[in-house]
């Protein structure tokens, strides 16, 4: 078993003193691996991630148990510019491309950190390399270009700070089935050279048809986790997340049960 | 008697360098507006507090590259501690939360000016500390070398209009070609984007307001020679009002050309149209009916960042 990179253990997240968004999330990430989030609306994925590159703090949340830690130190307390540049990068779910920037300016943006602008120019080109799609957008401005575009700009922007980690939010939010393929296709190539992954999805399918792990989320719980494959197996996750069920209709009682056996794993 | 074309030339340069002054003092407000999303209604006490400053030490001995040395430090520094304890715990907090801070600024600012140096009325002539052919005891400027341009213009006008143009045109390589200026933009444009991409905003912020501060210097200390370091200062960037809703908040060139609109049209419009529009002095309410007009038809400016928005 390699070594694991991130590693949350049973946090709590609190949103303005009184909101409780996250209630106990345990979670590990390995070192090159790739580890989907999963889960409904509100369930508590983008804080998760947001806890773990300290957005929280900018939306007036806060870490108040638990801890979370990014290869053997304690990274709560950091903030998010020196995460970055430690290798923690956050794509946020929505893209927030800046609008009134080029595509390129948009990906330099995520080379502030680096000092060397030789490097930044490798970087650029590399990016470029994953995603052909925008090279020849490079002088659009990023308000104008398609969301499966954007969210190559997002994700591109991410990789200037050469991550170790990239904590994708909802890559496949509001694009076509076909291009939700080709990003988790660049997410797997990236992951080939050595980048690892916390990706949130709603989309479980594809999620799980890439990642090496599965965490299911709900109500700010992990209620499930374990390798993408077993989780693809399982007759429960089939019904609930992947929506095939194993023989016609089932009842809402037999649904009521599964919420109610959480938190179900050992 | 035909139309006087040179004295409507001479008119035109007067606005246009009246103008510049305006867009200098408009484009600080426009590096705090983009950067922070507030009004900054401390602005004009920057310039009182920056000048005196800049003239109470050159009244006490101090030579003029030293004094505008400190000045502009010791405005560097005031940016950072507004960064450091004004806008950092506000951070996230409601913007309107941050703009009644700019307002208590404003008043903290006036009475600190006057509790460290004084209330007093200061003069500031220029030529007393630097030796510019320009800035020579004759204060009109006279085109001599064109025969049939025969106009005359304030000598200290060419020499604040020459001094403020620089500035612009240094800001605006810094803000577009600088990695400095690229994240500046990014954080106008989108806060939380730009810290999930490893920009630190806090870092951006005491730049901004460091480079509004020396803004603020320069201006002052330009301002101060036609009007003298007092508290009309803080109303001199009320000139700058008109400016910015002309030129759209959001947009460094808006204010550049805001500005001089503005300094065209009130020359423009108190010497042709005084008369027609009840006699002079409209120039003082002019640039405000501009902007008034502006604000019924065209509300984000000439220059507003539109609002992108893909379908």
């Known amino acids: 078993m390699s070594k694991s990179l991130l590693k949350i253990n049973n946090i709590e997240v609190v949103y303005n003193h009184v909101i409780l968004a996250l209630r106990g999330v345990t979670l590990d990430v390995e070192e090159g691996s790739i580890v989907s989030l999963l889960g409904a609306n509100g369930s508590g994925k983008t804080t998760t991630l947001k806890a773990c590159s300290n957005l929280v703090n900018a939306e007036r949340g806060a870490v108040t148990k638990g801890s979370i830690e990014y290869d053997g130190k304690d990274i709560a307390k950091q903030d998010p510019f020196k995460l970055v540049k430690d290798g923690v990068v956050q794509v946020l779910e929505g893209r927030h491309c800046f609008t009134h920037l080029t595509v390129e300016e948009n990906i330099m943006t995520g080379s502030f950190i680096r000092e060397d602008p030789k490097q930044a120019k490798q970087d650029l080109e590399r990016v470029y390399d994953h995603f052909e799609r925008i090279r020849i957008r490079k002088k659009s401005l990023a308000g104008f270009i398609s969301g499966g575009e954007q969210q190559m700009v997002a994700m591109g922007r991410a990789l200037m700070s050469r991550p170790k980690l990239i904590l994708l939010d909802e890559p496949s939010m509001g694009l076509a089935p076909q291009l939700v393929e080709e990003i988790f296709a660049i997410v797997k190539n990236l992951n080939k050279e050595g980048v690892s992954f916390l990706v949130a999805e709603q989309n479980a399918m594809v999620a799980l048809k890439y990642a090496d792990e599965g965490y299911l989320i709900e109500n700010g719980r992990v209620i499930l986790k374990g390798k993408a494959k077993d989780l693809l197996e399982r007759p429960d996750v089939k019904e609930m997340y992947l929506g095939v069920g194993e023989e016609g209709q089932t009842s809402f009682r037999d649904i009521k049960y599964y919420h109610r056996r959480k938190p179900a794993f050992t | ?311």
Do not use: C
């Open chain 2, 1 to 311: 008697m035909g139309f006087d074309w040179v004295y409507l030339i001479e008119v035109l340069l007067g606005g246009l360098m009246s103008g510049v002054m305006y867009s200098l003092v408009a484009i600080g407000f426009v590096l705090i507006y983009k950067s922070s999303g507030i009004f900054n209604f401390a602005q004009g006490t920057m310039l009182l507090f920056a000048s005196l400053t800049f003239v109470k030490m050159t009244e006490n001995g101090i030579d003029f590259w030293t004094a505008l040395f400190i000045a502009a430090g010791v405005m560097v520094i005031f940016g950072v501690a507004i960064e450091r304890y004004m806008m950092r715990p506000l951070a996230n907090q409601d913007l309107l939360a941050l703009f009644m801070a700019t307002v208590g600024l404003a008043t903290f600012q006036e009475g600190f000016s006057q509790f460290i140096w004084d209330s007093d009325i200061h003069g500031l002539q220029m030529n007393k500390f630097l030796d510019l052919q320009l800035l020579d005891s004759a204060p009109i400027f006279v085109v001599e070398h064109i025969p049939w341009l025969d106009i005359l213009l304030p000598k200290f006008d060419i020499f604040a209009s020459l001094v403020a143009g620089s500035l612009i045109v240094v800001l605006a390589f810094f803000f577009q070609k600088t990695k400095t200026g690229l994240s500046l933009r990014a954080v106008s444009d989108d806060h939380m984007a730009a810290m999930a991409v490893g920009i630190p905003l806090q870092t951006v912020w005491a730049i901004v307001w460091a480079v509004t501060g020396i803004i603020a210097l320069v201006a002052g200390l330009l301002w101060a020679e036609r009007v003298s370091v007092s508290f009309t200062l803080i109303e001199a960037v009320m000139k700058a009002l008109p400016v910015i809703l002309i030129g759209g908040l959001t947009s460094i060139p808006g204010a550049i050309i805001g500005g001089l609109v503005i300094g065209v049209g009130e020359k423009l419009g108190e010497i042709y149209l005084g008369d027609a529009m009840g006699g002079q002095g409209i120039e003082l309410w002019f640039a405000y009916f501009m902007a008034l007009m502006f604000l019924v038809f065209r509300p984000q400016g000439m220059f507003g960042e539109k609002f992108i928005e893909r379908v």
